[in-house]
């Protein structure tokens, strides 16, 4: 019997770990509600239903990701090498945890495609991601190349996610990551800018 009292960051906590679990389709709001161990109308004091709660999930990791791992990017007076490092660290922590992981990899992009009004949310995660990797790589390379590496940096980070989902096996984002570092880590060369890329 429900019968537990929680506030709107428990529903949102308790709701997070359900979309990453599970599709946006297949959680009702009375799932939720038992997760909460509350009445499925106690709810509806904070949301407005189902899409209310899962735009606010949404905004509440890209919120953590902006200001724990994004964040790390910008940090000038750290080596550009060691920065990308503890963006993957952060990132890992994010990925590999109970609470928060995969939501991205997972329920963000599912919950895209049934829901268009969570693009926008969704499409500017992704731009801030893609923002973080090219300020770090513009430490090494000219911007064209720096904006070529984090598109290429952040379609690898997401099928890693997908891939380690499907075979339960965190090493496809672990190697991923190495990968994005040792692009910045490679000792300079006279190559032309699309010789580059290629070698990348």
């Known amino acids: 019997m429900p019968k537990q009292k929680v506030d709107e960051q428990a529903i949102i ?9 599970k599709s946006y389709n297949d959680i009702s709001m ?26 606010t999930v949404i905004k509440y990791v890209h919120e953590h990701f902006r200001t724990h791992i994004f964040a790390q990017a910008y940090k000038e007076n750290i080596p550009a090498v ?14 590999f945890d109970a609470k928060t992981g995969k939501l991205y990899g997972n329920m963000g992009i599912e919950s895209a495609l049934v829901v268009p009004q969570f693009n926008p949310i969704i499409r500017q ?3 801030d991601f893609f923002d973080a990797l090219k300020f770090i790589y513009q430490d090494k390379y000219a911007e064209n190349i ?3 590496l984090a598109e290429r940096s952040v379609a690898e980070v997401e099928g890693s996610i997908m891939m380690a989902r499907i075979f339960n096996d965190k090493s496809y984002i672990e190697n991923t990551h190495k990968r994005i570092i040792y692009r ?3 000792p300079a060369t006279k190559k032309a800018k ?5 070698d990348l």
Do not use: P, T, W
């Open 194 to 198: 699309a010789e580059v890329l290629d």
């Open 82 to 95: 060691q920065r990308l490092k503890n963006l993957a660290a952060e990132s890992e922590k994010v990925f």
């Open 30 to 55: 009375a799932d939720i509600a038992r997760a909460c161990g509350i009445l499925k109308g106690s709810i509806y004091h904070y949301f407005s239903g189902k899409e209310q709660l899962m735009e």
């Open 125 to 127: 995660f992704f731009q």
């Open 146 to 148: 720096a904006s070529e």
């Open 184 to 186: 910045l880590e490679k």
């Open 13 to 21: 906590v308790q709701s997070l770990k359900l979309f990453r679990q």
